[in-house]
């Protein structure tokens, strides 16, 4: 069974930083597109940023670019998403997921449905 388990979110002050950690089980990550999604509360699923199959080129979001960076260790089969001068506005649940869509275009990403559990990433002022 496909399954992503996040982790590394947590409470933290504005300008702090955090690393998600989007592991995998039953399947490979290498060689896939996978990325990061968010969703504040009372809003959808956001498109932060992800590392492409075919050459490990990394996409973002326009509000994340500069602080934030996508990475991949293939052999703990995990992804990474290091998160630096977090903002108020930063405050979601994190989602880690196979990416589908225009990678340049984070507004046309999709998950394919799936959803993992999320870590809650909360950003104080």
């Known amino acids: 069974q496909l399954q992503f388990v996040e982790s590394g979110g947590g409470l933290v002050q504005s300008g702090g930083s955090l690393r998600l950690s989007c592991a995998a089980s039953?399947?490979?990550?290498?060689?896939?597109?996978i990325g990061w999604f968010r969703q504040a509360p009372g809003k959808s699923h956001e498109g932060v940023s992800c590392?492409?199959?075919?050459?490990?080129?990394?996409y973002y979001a326009d509000s994340v670019k500069g602080r934030f960076t996508i990475s991949r260790d293939n052999a703990k089969n995990t992804v990474y998403l290091q998160m630096n001068n977090l903002t108020p506005e930063d405050t979601a649940v994190y989602y880690c997921?196979?990416?589908?869509?225009?990678?340049?275009?984070?507004?046309?990403?999709?998950?394919?449905?799936?959803w993992g559990q999320g870590t809650q990433v909360t950003v104080s002022s």
């Open positions: 590392i492409s199959s075919i050459d490990d080129r990394t």
């Open positions: 039953g399947f490979t990550l290498e060689k896939k597109t």
């Open positions: 997921a196979r990416i589908a869509g225009i990678l340049s275009r984070p507004d046309s990403w999709t998950s394919g449905g799936y």
